[in-house]
């Protein structure tokens, strides 16, 4: 069983992001206004639905990773004297990497740097105001400074830090930068050992009765705590404990599989024309994908999936029958994302010719025959397709081409139906093409 233990004693946090702390005693009035929370920073997938809990691929737990983590304190405001807590890793093989424990730091510029607070309050300052300090009646950034000390034992690590600020009334510290739930006052590393099975490992913050002493707890004490002047804390254990978030690891079993009764992998795709100049994006495609990791269900921006997208525009690629582009692959973790099929999922540009139908390379009469069939044959109630129906993503693209004045990329989308008008539209361009015309679309169903 792996614990660790670390207390940070400082002097009158306040952890708001701005520029004058709160009253105090005036903070904060329930353990509702806030939480102790352990967040995974770097080394597997982390979701954005759930910042509290990582995602480790079966190749990473395979060959062993090493994940950084942060403690943050989820607060609008708070005032804090001391901040003490007990972390604890309920398997062998998640190590707390002991060396890694470190506190915000402050970063110095070579010239006075000019900040902006989310307040509007402007000031110069040569450190970077990325942890505690004050900004003095110079309207300048003082850094506090802090003493650390830390006691490594078997199984225990405990550290203490001391923030203090000279030549001040009062002792105070406010925390810069941003807003204390956007950056941790503390992060570490921590190994997952090779072959570490698939399943759930929780970092748990310590509740247990035998840790009272030492265990997380909450000050608003505005004076300096010491044997006859002790804080006053609120422990864990009592009515007041603030909430805690820990952080979850799951190693899953197998590669991420979407899941596609909650999104169908049509979304994936894009339909373009082959005269096209317009630069491909990943704008093109639905924003978010919804896939199972586990027995999880996340939602994520496709965007953060991918590690490459491939520019370029259709006209530059177009080589007059119908081109698949999937270079744009998806991945969680650096590992492929699966659909239900074992295919990998990318997304992929369908590229063809403005009214070429049957996607033989040529706008012509038959491309025109079958608009003409299907919509005789569905205005009848009868169920009709442009292809030979084995494959939707393609029914769905010879729509797309052929619903020249309606540009709907799924039957029915945007209200554009594929009637007569179109296969009209197809044989006037069929007609003039032939007889030597460059023809333009727009001109031509305006």
């Known amino acids: 069983m792996k614990k660790i233990i670390f207390k940070i004693p400082a002097i009158a946090l306040c952890l708001s992001g701005l520029t004058n702390a709160m009253p105090v005693h005036s903070a904060y009035h329930s353990a509702d206004e806030i939480t102790f929370s352990l967040r995974s920073m770097t080394g597997g997938y982390i979701s954005k639905d759930n910042p509290n809990k990582i995602y480790i691929s079966p190749e990473q737990a395979k060959n062993g990773t090493t994940i950084h983590a942060g403690m943050y304190i989820e607060a609008d405001y708070a005032d804090l004297s001391y901040i003490s807590a007990v972390l604890q890793s309920e398997n062998e093989n998640i190590i707390f990497q002991k060396e890694t424990f470190q506190t915000p730091v402050s970063y110095a510029y070579e010239e006075a740097q000019e900040f902006i607070l989310s307040d509007g309050t402007s000031f110069s300052t040569r450190f970077k105001p990325f942890c505690f300090g004050r900004i003095n009646s110079m309207n300048r950034y003082e850094t506090g400074s802090y003493a650390f000390d830390a006691n490594i034992q078997e199984l225990l690590f405990t550290a203490t830090w001391q923030y203090d600020l000279k030549n001040q009334e009062t002792w105070s510290a406010e925390f810069f930068g941003s807003s204390s739930d956007e950056l941790s006052f503390v992060d570490f590393d921590m190994q997952i050992a090779p072959e570490t099975s698939a399943g759930i490992y929780p970092i748990n913050?310590?509740?247990?009765?035998?840790?009272?002493?030492?265990?997380?707890?909450l000050t608003s004490d505005d004076s300096i705590p010491d044997e006859e002047n002790?804080?006053?804390?609120?422990?864990?254990?009592?009515?007041?404990?603030?909430?805690?978030?820990?952080?979850?690891?799951?190693?899953?079993?197998?590669?991420?599989?979407?899941?596609?009764?909650?999104?169908?992998?049509?979304?994936?795709?894009?339909?373009?024309?082959?005269?096209?100049t317009t630069d491909f994006s990943v704008e093109d495609f639905l924003p978010?994908?919804?896939?199972?990791?586990?027995?999880?269900?996340?939602?994520?921006?496709?965007?953060?999936?991918?590690?490459?997208?491939?520019?370029?525009?259709?006209?530059?690629?177009?080589?007059?029958?119908?081109?698949?582009?999937?270079?744009?692959?998806?991945?969680?973790?650096?590992?492929?994302?699966?659909?239900?099929?074992?295919?990998?999922v990318a997304l992929t540009y369908y590229i063809g010719q403005k009214g070429d139908v049957n996607r033989d390379g040529v706008v012509d009469a038959e491309d025109a025959t079958i608009i003409l069939i299907y919509s005789a044959e569905r205005g009848a109630g009868n169920d009709y397709y442009l292809t030979d129906n084995t494959d939707n993503t393609m029914e769905n693209f010879a729509y797309f081409l052929g619903d020249v004045n309606g540009e709907s990329k799924n039957s029915g989308q945007d209200g554009s139906e594929l009637d007569a008008s179109d296969a009209t539209f197809i044989l006037q361009y069929s007609a003039l093409t032939g007889s030597g015309h460059t023809v333009d679309w727009n001109e031509l169903i305006s």
């Not at 913050?205 to 707890?217: A, L, W």
């Not at 006053?232 to 197998?254: D, F, M, Q, R, W």
Request: hydrophobic share 35%.
């Open 205 to 217: 913050f310590v509740v247990k009765d035998s840790f009272v002493v030492g265990s997380t707890y």
């Open 230 to 276: 002790p804080g006053k804390y609120i422990s864990v254990y009592n009515s007041l404990v603030p909430t805690l978030k820990p952080l979850e690891i799951v190693i899953a079993e197998t590669n991420p599989i979407i899941q596609t009764e909650v999104i169908n992998s049509e979304s994936m795709n894009c339909f373009r024309y082959s005269h096209d």
């Open 288 to 344: 978010e994908i919804v896939f199972r990791y586990g027995e999880d269900e996340i939602t994520e921006n496709v965007s953060n999936l991918l590690e490459t997208f491939t520019a370029g525009n259709p006209e530059s690629i177009y080589s007059k029958t119908p081109v698949v582009t999937s270079e744009n692959f998806l991945t969680v973790s650096g590992v492929p994302l699966e659909n239900d099929a074992n295919q990998q």
